[in-house]
């Protein structure tokens, strides 16, 4: 199997040309896990990070101290980028889904080389427009969704490329999707009812994802 490089990367994303030499020279590959976090929020922001593969999950933690989901990433997404505009702490907690591999420059190889390039500060001005575009929408509309349509998503969303994930942690999916634990069990026993999932020793397993994506058409959280 050909190993990427970060070259072959920004060539597949058509970012080649964008980035001088000695900006990608400052470029690092690296690789999560599923379950492993890239950042928490209000650590210290000092890198952006380009999604090339793989899948993230977007969480806040609100002031009531219950963990939302804002969003899941695939590629090509960044992360970091309105922290590097705005100069403050990493203001969301980002983990990888499934495996994960991202391209991680330094804010200060960035501020030494792209402050004045017009088509790095116009993609980075699309990018973050977009982005706040779809914050919008996940902020006013995610939690006026159903729970058994918000669960749904959740569960779609966490199983891309397999059909089981960790039921252990409920009352950290309740929180996530801005339910009760309760509820979530609720509905957890309604979709075992209906065949579309199996709860069994920790773990939930997808077993009629097709059902599940016409019953509740698109994932609210993507």
């Known amino acids: 199997m050909k190993k990427e490089t970060v070259s072959s990367y920004l060539e597949q994303y058509n970012l080649s040309t964008m980035f001088p030499d000695r900006v990608q020279q400052a470029m690092q590959l690296e690789t999560y896990t599923g379950g492993n976090r890239l ?21 806040r933690l609100s002031p009531e101290g219950k963990r939302l989901i804002l969003a899941f990433k695939s590629p090509f997404d960044f992360v970091g980028d309105i922290e590097y505009i705005r100069k403050c702490t990493l203001i969301n907690t980002v983990e ?6 991202v391209i991680r ?30 914050k919008s929408h996940a902020m006013n509309f995610s ?13 779609l969303a966490m199983t891309p ?34 065949g579309w999932i199996l709860k069994k020793r920790g773990k939930i397993t997808i077993i009629n994802r097709d059902s ?5 058409g698109n994932n609210i959280y993507e």
């Open 39 to 59: 950042f928490s929020q209000g650590e210290k922001s000092d890198t952006l990070y380009l999604l090339v593969e793989g899948k993230l999950k977007v969480s």
């Open 96 to 101: 990888a889904v499934t495996t994960t591999t």
């Open 105 to 134: 420059i330094p804010y200060e190889a960035l501020e030494n080389s792209m402050t004045n390039n017009t088509e790095w500060l116009q993609f980075l001005l699309e990018t973050i427009t977009h982005k706040f575009e779809l």
């Open 143 to 155: 939690l006026l969704y159903a729970v058994d349509v918000r669960v749904a998503s959740y569960l």
């Open 161 to 194: 490329n397999d059909t089981t994930l960790d039921s252990t942690s409920l009352v950290d999916m309740a929180d996530l999707i801005g339910t009760s634990y309760r509820h979530l069990n609720r509905v957890l026993k309604q979709f075992e009812e209906q």
């Open 212 to 216: 599940m994506l016409k019953q509740f």
